[in-house]
């Protein structure tokens, strides 16, 4: 059983490795400025509204990119939602294969939107497993009776 | 905590209500807190056409002014939204006799100088780039406190004298609060 002090440490650099690596960037720190002791699951309700919504834009533009005649313009829409939503917080990588998209999108580059959309549920689904694993270690500081830094 | 009435309308007549208007999901909750760490009463809707319902301008309703528990001293209102975006919005209330005062913010991703322009010409106070600072809501809080001469006369702590500068710029009869600010300074700043 870990004590408290190596919790701490273990969750310090993984927050750390997290902005390192360009998963997350100043948006999240923000987000996590919000959280004080009268809203402490701040960070955690936005992180969880923003999985619920970015799942139901990744199944309208899979949707979207399988029609015989693709709707660019719906498409872009989606992307530009899920960019705007990432961005919200801090999720870097997510938004700059938005960008990337959406470029595509205006072009009507049917086989880079589909790239794209790879490559956002990649993203995307690394960062909801990195958050998870973020929040899993702060219940666990928590738990065992320490702070989260 | 609050009973209708008298009693109530005292007690928010301190709090600035802020109306955010954003499809965003995420947003909303994000501004929501950003404008609640700054203790400001926030009702939050999804769209332009909840928004005007929420002002009572949906067609049907009569303006009812006693009813100062609702007043909205801020909108804030993103730019892109589906249906009636936040130029429309915009357009809407400035076009109301009634509604026209409230200052409305435009909040955008999207730093299109034609976009900021067309905003600002159309009675926009500012344009503000997001993600939404805390440092933006702060700024448009201290302008509305200070501005804001004409709404809070029932309470005697908020009628003291104003500055000098506040008088020096009150010349206009608009009671808007942003109206000293030059306009070329409500564009966004270069984040960073």
């Known amino acids: 059983m870990e004590g408290v002090a190596q919790l701490r440490r273990q969750l310090v650099d ?18 996590q400025q919000l959280q004080d002791e009268s809203n402490p699951d701040f960070v955690v309700e936005v992180v969880n509204l923003f999985f619920e919504d970015s799942e ?6 899979t949707k979207a990119l399988d029609q015989p005649s693709v709707d660019f313009k719906k498409v872009d829409s989606h992307v530009h939602q899920l960019k705007g939503s990432s961005s919200s917080i801090g999720a870097q990588r997510v938004q700059n294969v938005c960008i990337a998209f959406r470029n595509y999108c205006e072009e009507h580059n049917i086989e880079g939107c589909l790239n794209c959309l790879q490559q956002v549920k990649q993203e995307y689904s690394l960062v909801k497993n990195k958050l998870e694993t973020l929040f899993k270690l702060e219940q666990q500081l928590l738990a065992a009776g320490g702070s989260v830094p | 905590m609050s009973t209708a009435g008298l009693v109530s309308r005292r007690d928010c007549s301190h709090q600035l209500h802020v109306l955010a208007v954003d499809d965003s999901v995420v947003d909303r909750k994000f501004v929501e807190r950003l404008l609640k760490i700054s203790s400001c009463k926030v009702t939050a809707v999804e769209s332009g056409i909840r928004a005007l319902q929420f002002l009572g301008l949906d067609g049907e309703k009569k303006e009812t002014a006693g009813f100062d528990g609702l007043k909205v001293n801020l909108i804030m209102t993103d730019y892109s939204m589906p249906g009636m975006n936040g130029f429309e919005l915009l357009k809407k ?9 409230i200052p409305v ?7 299109i100088l034609t976009r900021v322009d067309r905003c600002l010409e159309e009675g926009a ?3 503000i780039v997001k993600p939404v600072k805390l440092s933006d809501v702060k700024r448009l809080k201290n302008i509305l406190t200070k ?12 009628s003291l004298p104003l500055s000098s ?4 710029s009150s010349s206009t009869s608009s009671s808007s609060p942003f109206k000293f600010l030059d306009h070329r300074s409500k564009r966004p700043r270069l984040q960073g």
Do not use: C, W
Request: proline share 2%; no cysteine; hydrophobic share 35%.
């Open chain 2, 125 to 127: 106070e500012e344009f």
């Open chain 2, 165 to 168: 500068h506040d008088l020096a």
């Open chain 2, 147 to 158: 501005g804001d001469k004409g709404q809070n006369e029932e309470d005697p702590l908020l």
């Open chain 1, 56 to 61: 139901r834009l990744l199944n309208e533009l």
């Open chain 1, 14 to 31: 993984y927050l750390t490795s997290l902005f390192q690596e360009g998963f997350l960037d100043n948006q999240f720190t923000q987000l």
């Open chain 2, 93 to 101: 209330i400035k076009e109301s006799s009634t509604l026209k005062e």
């Open chain 2, 105 to 111: 913010v435009i909040m955008s991703s999207e730093n």
